[in-house]
């Protein structure tokens, strides 16, 4: 239990390393020095800087995972199901900034964990394409073109990891709610 | 005029090659092999790495400001000044994706112009969030949280680059519609 502890604090400090200085650039040393331990005192909690990157990377790409098979297979509305996309992304990019810098900059540093992480990322896209398609189908959301209508929101909601540190004023619960009304019903009057 | 071709060929390869290796990983030597050149050669027409980097960044940086500053001095509707953003986005990045991940992946990278280039991108933000402050005064668009909105959009906006690669079937001008509609009016029915 405390090992699990310590193993949690390497991988934050490490998520926030990568962040500043890029994956490639950080060392195993840089880690140690960080957390003002030595070097060899990491490697009872890791194995190496591969481990920590996995870590990080498949854990929030799981989540995002399960958070979309259990709003895909839920018995809403197409409308409440984007709402509810919206909001995972808020609510997990917002418990871990760092975290989700590291998945969106660093994935491909990724080893034998690379193939899976893009399974994830790609069967993720297709369970959102399959709520728009099976939305405009049932006419409850406008007909449009699908890929531009995926690209526009999956784009925005990938880069709330750059946002949300710089807006530390705006609660979560206030963001999920001004972006669903942004994304969904537009600017227009 | 021979020379400036040639330099533009330069400008060219560099751009594909930063965002295919990373700016840090590319040398001038990479650029020359590429052409098929002796590295002596490229100093005919170009100082160095840096100066590759500034004519790809700050040609594009003003490129938007200029487009930037003339949609907002325009006597034009708030909904047709954030469609002519948006066209402004997609055909600038249509025209140059290897030159847009440059801008987007290493503006970090700029040694003396790294100030201006930041004083370009604040200034363009400042000018849009002029624009979506205005037509909130003039009741032309929704109330909302300012900085939600221009985060949204401009997140979409500044991904184009590597959307557009992917979709070589859908033309500019199909693009700037479906994203004018879908950012404007959202996807609800």
Known sequence: MKSETRKEEIIKTAAKLFK??????????????AMGIKAASLYNHISSKQEILKD??????????????????????????????????????????YGMASLNNDWMHLEDERGYYLALRNGYEADFRSIIDEGMRRNEICNGNVEIIIFSILSTLRSLYLWIPKKEDVSPQELSDNLSSILISGINK
């Open 20 to 33: 500043e200085k890029g994956y490639s650039a950080v060392t195993m040393r840089d880690i140690a020095t």
């Open 56 to 97: 990080i990377i498949i854990s929030l790409a799981e989540a995002f995972t399960e958070g979309m098979q259990q709003i895909k297979s839920s018995h809403i509305s197409t409308i409440q199901k984007v709402q509810a996309v919206i909001k995972l992304h808020v609510d997990i990019t917002a418990k871990n900034t």
